[in-house]
């Protein structure tokens, strides 16, 4: 049947159709995830230089460096099991956007109670606390739009995989499109072969 094709994992194999997902969603969405990871470590270095003004449950906890690594991991865990999806590829993508999700969920919590904390103006604060504060705050919320960006795409891409590893195989799913099976058992048509030459030129009696 076109269009249809099957993705072995391991023992099991799952149908897929071209009209589920897209190519190249994955590998989009693993390189969002890998820039988000960059994001997280970059700025969670600049808010680590805060710390002396700004309150930060997010470095505190070690979440910009542990959630950082963990979807740099997941992006490129992604685009290897859409290039490649193997049992063992397929699996620890999964696994890694699981724990990208928790990560992502922890973010989000620690920056709504950053913003909470250093949301208030104090009047013991100079004009330098004040710029910290502000700059502080400014990448908490910058980070909190890509950390629930990140919430998002680990939770889609997790279940994806783990819709493609359910035992029933009756569930539409796109690896690779394959190619249009010819079914060789069915004979080709005879065609008419068209008179000989000599047939052509024998003269009429």
Known sequence: MQGMGSLRLGSRAVMYTAETLPK????VMGTIQIM???LHIGFGIVLTTLTNVYTSVFVIGEIPFLGGVSFIISGCLSIGAEKSPTE???KGS???NVISA???LL???AFIVDLNLNGLYRSSFNYYSYLVLLAGNGISIVLLIFTILE???AVATANFWCRATRLSSNEAMLIVPSATRVDLAVPPAELPQPPSYS???APEV
């Open 88 to 90: 063992c590829a397929v």
């Open 107 to 109: 973010g989000i919590v």
């Open 94 to 96: 999964q696994t890694m």
């Open 199 to 201: 047939e052509l030129a």
């Open 151 to 153: 919430f998002c795409i």
């Open 102 to 104: 928790i990560f992502a």
């Open 24 to 27: 190249g969603k994955n590998r």
């Open 36 to 38: 988000t990871g960059f």
